[in-house]
């Protein structure tokens, strides 16, 4: 029986949990094939929803489709199977970026807790409060990258204000580099069909003080009409970082920051994610400088905090993620 496809109404919700991950401009840079012969779901890349200036080298695609598998993973193992997962496959299919083999019964305990914090999980770009991370809950976080294979950092804070500062640098370059201004512009409208790209509504103020580097995704906007609140004096946050720099590296560190997010959001914290930085090489390798990670590359800079839950960002239906084949499959 184990060989068995799963019904259509559950392999949508499967598809459905993977579509709810978080990608770079909300982008979802993934479509879905179903193998009923081998029982496999097939996780591949979009490339024209890459973004061309911002990402030339498609690391954050990479970790944008990590992402999805995160959550792909969690899906399959709820509805009882071990999800056998490989990456890069078939080195002659580039695109085919992972599958996950529906295998038997799942061997390890699933926590449910992940699996619905998926579907309630918004990136917040708002202000949090001044609150600090308990204790319990910061080292659960630490953890969770390190189920995944990635190290989770803490800065102090001087090391917070170094990498902010860092990150202020990346968003001026950014908003006066035309060409990616115009990418990130571009990606920015009103829900439409395509459901595709993040909602005015979801952008959310920029920093009365100057010191949170938010992305302004109108890069063409005047200062001095931004909507602005004062964002956390102290604010928290944390460096996701690989050993590696490969593509099965972004892959990981997509599905790390992921489990991260879940658990974070699992404990009422909210978070929004930070880039600008990691799309400059100098900039990038300066983001994680400690010690006792000489070779660390950094791949993610997370906001964490207790504030109000961001508006949700439209998802395209399972349907439209998946190969059109795949609806005649079961």
């Known amino acids: 029986m184990w060989s068995a496809a799963p019904a259509l109404p559950t392999l949508e919700t499967m598809v459905s949990a993977a579509v709810a991950a978080p990608s770079i401009h909300n982008t979802q840079p993934w479509r879905f094939r179903f193998d009923p012969d081998t029982v496999t779901l097939e996780v591949r890349a979009v490339a024209d929803r890459g973004l061309r200036h911002l990402d030339p080298m498609g690391r954050a695609l990479h970790l944008s489709v990590g992402c999805a598998l995160l959550n792909l993973r969690l899906a399959v193992a709820h509805f009882g199977r071990e999800p056998i997962t490989r990456l890069l496959p078939r080195p002659d299919e580039p695109d085919l970026l992972a599958t996950v083999r529906l295998g038997g019964p799942v061997r390890n305990a699933t926590v449910p807790r992940l699996y619905e914090a998926l579907w309630h999980r ?6 949090f409060s001044e609150a600090p991370l308990p204790g319990a809950v910061a080292a659960e976080l630490v953890e969770a990258a390190h189920h995944e294979g990635a190290l989770l950092s803490r800065p102090g804070p001087g090391g917070t204000e170094r990498v902010l500062r860092l990150f202020r640098d990346a968003e001026r370059r950014n908003t006066a580099d035309p060409d990616r201004a115009a990418e990130s512009r571009r990606w920015v409208h009103e829900p439409n069909a395509a459901a595709l790209g993040m909602p005015p509504a ?22 001095s009409v931004l909507a602005t609140r004062p964002f956390e004096k102290r ?79 439209p998802r395209r239906p399972a349907r439209q993620a998946l190969d059109a084949d795949v609806l005649f499959a079961s």
Do not use: K, N, Y
Not at 122 to 127: I, K
Not at 203 to 211: H, S, T, V, Y
């Open 202 to 223: 979801a952008i959310g103020p920029q920093d009365f003080w100057e010191r949170m580097p938010l992305r302004d995704f109108g890069a063409h906007r005047r200062p």
């Open 122 to 127: 918004h990136s917040s770009r708002f202000p």
């Open 235 to 313: 604010p928290s946050i944390a460096v996701l970082s690989t050993a590696h720099d490969r593509r099965s590296d972004w892959l990981r560190a997509g599905q790390a920051l992921q489990r991260v997010l879940l658990v974070a959001t699992a404990h009422g914290l909210r978070a929004s994610l930070l880039h600008q930085a990691l799309e400059w090489p100098d900039l990038r390798e300066r983001v994680v400088p400690w010690a006792d990670a000489p070779r660390a590359h950094a791949q993610m800079v997370i906001r964490l905090g207790f504030g109000p839950e961001g508006p949700p960002s």
